[in-house]
């Protein structure tokens, strides 16, 4: 059982200014602005406010805050990049137990094994002075989802039994601060049993009430995926993502470079971002990959009910109301939400929109920042389309697999990811091609052999070469689908791997003569012993040079010599646009290739490349960690991955 003291209201109040005084730390607690209430810094302990009933921003702005500077970059030096933390030590006072529990799991996303040293820096200077609920915000149904009393989390936790509080010690970083700073005493057992008559009275007093136990709430979202009650609610939203802002639970962000006035240096910043937001899925081709405003609405719940406890243990709601509050439409509380699927059906199997498998630990030293790289070579393929040869100037390898990406920054633009195009080597060397598509690419393009870039990666999952010896392979590829591709390709045509493979069969298909790449390359395949190479264009003008075949990519599929194939021991490898898949696909299994034998990659918004930032969710899944090589029999299921 934890150490329980009790304080006397003035004594309280003395420590509080004491801490206030001793000016060690930023001493934040709940004020009130006008009739709600806020988190600040403190310059009285007689403004600190104890009876609230919830405040408008959760505590997580601490930790994650709405605009956090990363790294500082020069724009005069070649590769000038100084991470920054926030080193102040910080005290916050008045933290509601679902506040408690929405940051323990955050801990959970930000300090698993690829750890957020930002995020964790800050956790480690703050002390939570967590207190029990005096008043329920109407919005509130904390009781339904248990987050109304908090047992741990808290380094010290306040509670209000009558003229005095009682001080429950839940870590020795509290119990320091408490013996430092305040005046206290052990507390009596008829205190202590005060302690639960209060949260006891508490649990009462709540008008909100989910009808579904929070256990069961993935079982009713996964049975209603398609019901019309998220059209229905979804045409009132204003897609302002107010919901996601406020909300304790949501963590996704955006990252984004500000350069200073003077254009010399300027900084990498996080920024919060939200689910709800219609760019929150756009690729740097334009495409938003959940364009319509009931699948965000959709995802948020799903999200929060279904995704997270599939993949983390526990529902990402706690209950605060916030979110109703901050709907106009009054939509967003998911109180109401799950009240209304309780009148409907619900399924047992709810893994059925997430993939689980083992993931690695990708980002080597501090999340976010980059590797210096030196551009070795640029070759311009057509008007869009450019190859780079970089070199990682650390010296080592990047020791990635085929199909993994890299994220390249360019300090003062931002940061993208590119797909690796080049085989595993031993050296520091690798490619990458980059279509001109916006801010990034445009500058990368520009740029010249010796400038130097950051990288950081590998990233994402990539193809299992050794589950694919002994087997014949079908690569069908499209557009720059074959950036990726290119490094499968010329990793088992290599002298060193090809006796390791069977037949091959490479389908390449481009939109005209002039956007296909790699053409020495396809010159090379065509030479290997036992491999098909066909290529194909949309369509080709007649001013253009081309006496291939004119046509879809699917009508290269009759040209392949099936008698070379047991479609039971084949691999198919498909890499392209997102409408491609399903005709490639329904193609491959005519010729009797099984599901679990096609593997796709899937194009996303990798932002973060780690599985934090939230922009690259399938379903439940993140392109940039479970991805973005998936097999087609896992990911077939998720309704997201190929719509």
Same mark, same amino acid.
């Given at each position: ?58 505590? =997580? ?9 990363? &790294? ?52 480690? /200077? ?21 987050? /109304? ?26 119990? =320091? ?381 009759? =040209? ?19 409408? &491609? ?63």
């Amino acid at each position: 059982m934890k150490k329980i003291q009790s304080m006397s209201k003035k004594d309280f109040t003395s420590f509080v200014n004491t801490l206030i005084a001793s000016k060690t730390y930023d001493v934040v607690g709940v004020k009130a602005k006008g009739e709600r209430f806020v988190y600040d810094t403190l310059d009285t302990a007689d403004d600190l406010r104890l009876d609230f009933d919830v405040t408008i921003i959760p505590p =997580k702005k601490y930790f994650l805050p709405q605009y956090e500077q990363m &790294m500082k970059f020069s724009l005069e030096k070649p590769f000038d990049v100084h991470p920054t933390f926030d080193d102040q030590p910080r005290v916050i006072i008045g933290v509601h137990p679902y506040d408690i529990i929405a940051l323990q799991q955050s801990d959970a996303v930000y300090l698993d094994d690829q750890k957020d040293d930002f995020y964790k820096k800050r956790r480690q /200077n703050t002390i939570l002075i967590a207190c029990d609920i005096q008043k329920v915000s109407e919005r509130s149904f904390a009781a339904s989802m248990k987050t /109304n009393i908090v047992e741990d989390g808290f380094d010290l936790l306040v509670t209000n039994i009558g003229n005095t509080y009682t001080i429950t010690i839940g870590t020795e970083k509290g119990k =320091k601060l408490l013996e430092k700073y305040g005046k206290t005493k052990d507390a009596t057992t008829e205190e202590i049993k005060k302690i639960k008559q209060v949260r006891d009275t508490l649990a009462s007093k709540y008008k909100q009430k989910v009808k579904i136990d929070k256990k069961e709430w993935p079982e009713y979202l996964v049975a209603n995926y398609q019901n019309a009650i998220w059209e229905e609610h979804a045409d009132k939203c204003m897609e302002c993502s107010s919901c996601t802002m406020v909300c304790p639970t949501c963590y996704c962000y955006d990252v984004r470079d500000l350069v200073s006035l003077n254009m010399k240096d300027g900084q990498r910043l996080r920024t919060w971002d939200g689910c709800m937001l219609k760019e929150f899925t756009k690729v740097g081709s334009g495409e938003v990959f959940r364009d319509d405003t009931k699948e965000r609405y959709r995802h948020r719940f799903f999200r929060k009910g279904n995704y997270l406890p599939q993949r983390y243990g526990f529902v990402a709601c706690v209950g605060c109301g916030r979110c109703g509050i901050a709907c106009l439409p009054n939509i967003a509380d998911p109180c109401d939400l799950m009240n209304e699927l309780a009148h409907f059906g619900k399924e047992e199997e709810t893994g059925r929109y997430f993939i689980k498998q083992k993931t690695t630990v990708v980002e080597k030293g501090i999340i976010h920042v980059p590797r210096s790289a030196t551009i070795r070579k640029i070759q311009h393929l057509s008007d869009t389309d450019t190859f780079f040869e970089l070199e990682l100037d650390d010296k080592k390898p990047l020791g990635h697999d085929p199909g993994q990406f890299v994220e390249v920054s360019v300090f003062g633009i931002g940061e993208a990811p590119f797909g690796v195009s080049s085989p595993p080597t031993d050296t520091p060397l690798f490619e990458i091609m980059v279509r001109r598509i916006g801010n990034v690419t445009t500058k990368l393009i520009g740029m010249k052999p010796g400038d130097k870039v950051g990288i950081r990666g590998p990233l994402g999952t990539g193809f299992n070469m050794k589950s694919f010896e002994g087997k014949n392979l079908i690569f069908c590829s499209g557009g720059t689908g074959m950036v990726p591709m290119r490094s499968v390709i010329n990793y088992v045509v290599d002298k060193k791997h090809r006796d390791k493979y069977k037949n091959i069969t490479i389908l390449y298909g481009a939109k005209r003569p002039k956007e296909i790449v790699f053409m020495p390359d396809v010159d090379n395949w065509k030479k290997v012993h036992d491999l098909q190479c066909e290529v194909t264009v949309d369509k080709c003008e007649p001013t253009e040079c081309w006496g291939g075949c004119v046509g879809l990519v699917t009508t290269l599929f009759p =040209k392949v010599r099936m008698d070379k194939f047991d479609s039971k021991n084949t691999i198919a490898i498909v890499i392209g646009p997102p409408v &491609m898949y399903k005709f490639v696909i329904q193609c491959l299994k005519t010729m009797g290739i099984t599901d679990d034998n096609i593997y796709v990659s899937l194009e996303r918004r990798m932002k973060c490349g780690v599985g934090k930032c939230g922009h690259c969710q399938i379903n439940g899944i993140y392109t940039c960690k479970e991805g973005p090589v998936f097999n087609y029999q896992q990911i077939k299921q998720l309704p997201e991955a190929f719509e």
